[in-house]
């Protein structure tokens, strides 16, 4: 199959030729359509992950597409089916997934991280029954790409962990893709949500998005504060870090009112350094500080209905444009650490 690899941390990825995937007992292999490329493959690429352990690497963990083929224990129903599956692939067995909490399953495996990922053509998932989400007609696997991540990690961040309410007021930090998902699952429950990014097209995208307005996240800690205050009356009641970043996490924090909810959902690796939290705020307005990681596929029926329902725009969180092929997606890997958002890249292995 073609893959894109890289050969170390920092080098050049490249498309070879690598081995097909075969699935193992209660594994199944999945057609790639779309995969998506995230941020979260920039850490991977620049080392800041430990779980990526081997080389040559296929980076990728967004993915939608057909199972190809299934092991033996897995239902031979899924063969041909179009799919999706939560970054996070869950054992199934332990005490952690039998309490419904795959997202955080201490035998996780990751693609794009632990195993190879999906920017090949084709990309095994390991613990099939626990892992596949079968997809509605409604939503083709051309489109389903970001259902694996940054649109579930979204959705459950602001949803699950931070307990939207209509009326509140949100703020997202930082609008690259989860970000502008978050904004949109945030406009969807009725709440007001104030979106913060450093790059002026980015605040357009989540102005489209369905935030109420939008603030440049390049002020200083306390201007922005005190916007935030001014805009909702008292400080936000639910803060979500799409970023992760110490300085995205403190200003999160910061900007909530009496009683409010901090999300961290951006990741913060340690070369990153770490956030200089006042606990003593948190203690004394009695804060609320989560962290949110992914989505189980069991919980995914919730958000397919929203995206069923037309709550969730999916097409408004893309890029403009065809999807890239994987020497693209290579090259815009490694930019994303300076670049700005333009929507969900959507990578097409076949290209």
Do not use: K
Not at 136 to 148: E, I, K, Q, R, Y
Not at 190 to 198: E, K, S
Not at 311 to 326: M, N
Request: net charge negative.
């Amino acid at each position: 199959m073609r893959a894109l690899v890289y050969d170390a941390f920092g080098a050049t990825p490249h498309v070879t030729q690598r081995p097909d995937p075969v699935a193992g007992p209660g594994d199944a292999v999945v057609r790639v359509v779309r995969t998506g490329l995230c941020r979260s493959d920039w850490h991977g690429w620049m080392g800041h992950d430990p779980d990526i352990a081997t080389f040559p690497h296929v980076p990728g963990h967004e993915l939608a597409g057909v199972v190809e083929s299934v092991g033996a224990g897995v239902d031979a129903g899924w063969v041909g089916r179009a799919v999706t599956a939560p970054f996070v692939f869950a054992c199934g067995a332990c005490p952690t997934c039998a309490a419904g909490d795959g997202q955080v399953c201490p035998h996780q495996r990751q693609p794009g991280f632990t195993d190879p990922g999906s920017f090949a053509e084709l990309v095994a998932v390991r613990a099939a029954g626990t892992n596949l989400v079968a997809l509605p007609d409604s939503v083709p696997p051309a489109t389903a790409a970001g259902l694996g991540c940054r649109v579930a990690t979204a959705h459950r961040a602001v949803v699950a962990r931070g307990r939207v309410g209509a009326g509140e007021c949100v703020l997202v930090l930082g609008c690259g893709g989860v970000g502008l998902a978050a904004v949109q699952v945030a406009a969807a429950r009725g709440a007001r949500v104030c979106a913060v990014d450093v790059d002026a097209t980015s605040r357009e995208h989540a102005l489209a998005a369905g935030a109420e307005t939008t603030l440049d996240g390049s002020v200083r800690e306390d201007d922005l504060v005190a916007a935030v205050a001014d805009w909702s009356g008292g400080g936000a009641h639910l803060a979500v870090d799409a970023v992760g970043s110490p300085a995205t996490a403190r200003a999160g924090i910061l900007a909530l009112r009496r009683r409010g909810r901090h999300v961290q959902v951006g990741l913060l690796p340690p070369s990153a350094g770490r956030a200089d939290i006042p606990m003593e705020r948190v203690i004394g307005w009695e804060l609320d500080v989560l962290g949110s990681h992914g989505m189980a596929a069991a919980d995914y029926p919730a958000l397919l209905a929203d995206v069923a329902a037309g709550h969730l725009d999916l097409g408004r969180l893309t890029a403009a444009g065809e999807p890239v092929g994987l020497e693209e997606a290579g090259r815009l890997l490694t930019t994303l650490g300076t670049t700005a958002s333009r929507g969900m890249v959507l990578v097409d292995p076949t290209r």
